[in-house]
T-cell receptor, first 115, second 113 residues
Framework: DGGITQSPKYLFRKEGQNVTLSCEQNLNHDAMYWYRQDPGQGLRLIYYSQIVNDFQKGDIAEGYSVSREKKESFPLTVTSAQKNPTAFYLC??????????????FGPGTRLTVL | QKEVEQNSGPLSVPEGAIASLNCTYSDRGSQSFFWYRQYSGKSPELIMSIYSNGDKEDGRFTAQLNKASQYVSLLIRDSQPSDSATYLCAVNFLTNTGNQFYFGTGTSLTVIP
């Protein structure tokens, strides 16, 4: 089955801890994205990556870090510097083509709660 | 500033009626437009994509795009209770660092049996 997987589904973090959210895709997509969704709000872009070993900050990158060492994987670390990390985190990927007609496909999400 | 605006709702329609969801966007350079459906606690799933002015139909769903008015809509015919969800409008355009999606905050739809 081709798709995007995220783990864990639920994650609990204590104050001051760093946690890493996993995102893997086997769609052979070049581009990958991380979004954050808060109740009653739309998706906000945290980081995105167009190719391996390269990534760009989105609108709300502060307190987060990413890596893109493999095409299939784009893990997100929520650091202790992120003051309000409780949210639903969504990973997405797209083929990345020009002109920009790409469709983004989403993983099932990780719900992070700070204790 | 790139913005995507949707009425948050909630929008309630009786079963079998037509539900109409609207979205406006701020950037005239936008190339492609998408509607996603998101059930509570789940991730968004793609319903429709549209790239050219006019209508695009897929089953009970019709997307309408008017680039001159910077307006995209989604019509759901013969609405079913299973259509009850939040519908997200997304607009994609090319920046100097690659494709970026901008999402609206979503419209909550309830179909009443």
């Amino acid at each position: 089955d081709g798709g995007i997987t995220q783990s864990p589904k639920y994650l609990f973090r204590k104050e001051g801890q760093n946690v890493t959210l996993s995102c893997e895709q086997n769609l052979n997509h070049d581009a990958m994205y991380w979004y954050r969704q808060d109740p009653g709000q739309g998706l906000r872009l945290i980081y995105y990556s167009q190719i391996v070993n390269d990534f760009q900050k989105g609108d709300i990158a502060e307190g987060y870090s990413v890596s893109r060492e493999k095409k299939e994987s784009f893990p997100l670390t929520v650091t202790s510097a992120q003051k309000n990390p409780t949210a639903f985190y969504l990973c997405a990927s797209s083929i990345e083509s020009f002109p920009s007609t790409d469709t983004q496909y989403f993983g099932p999400g990780t719900r992070l709660t700070v204790l | 500033q790139k913005e995507v605006e949707q009425n948050s709702g909630p929008l309630s329609v009786p079963e079998g009626a037509i539900a109409s969801l609207n979205c406006t966007y701020s950037d005239r350079g936008s190339q492609s437009f998408f509607w996603y459906r998101q059930y509570s606690g789940k991730s968004p799933e793609l319903i429709m994509s549209i790239y050219s002015n006019g209508d695009k139909e897929d089953g009970r769903f019709t997307a309408q795009l008017n680039k001159a008015s910077q307006y995209v809509s989604l019509l759901i015919r013969d609405s079913q209770p299973s259509d009850s969800a939040t519908y997200l409008c997304a607009v994609n355009f090319l920046t100097n660092t690659g494709n970026q999606f901008y999402f609206g905050t979503g419209t909550s739809l309830t179909v009443i049996p």
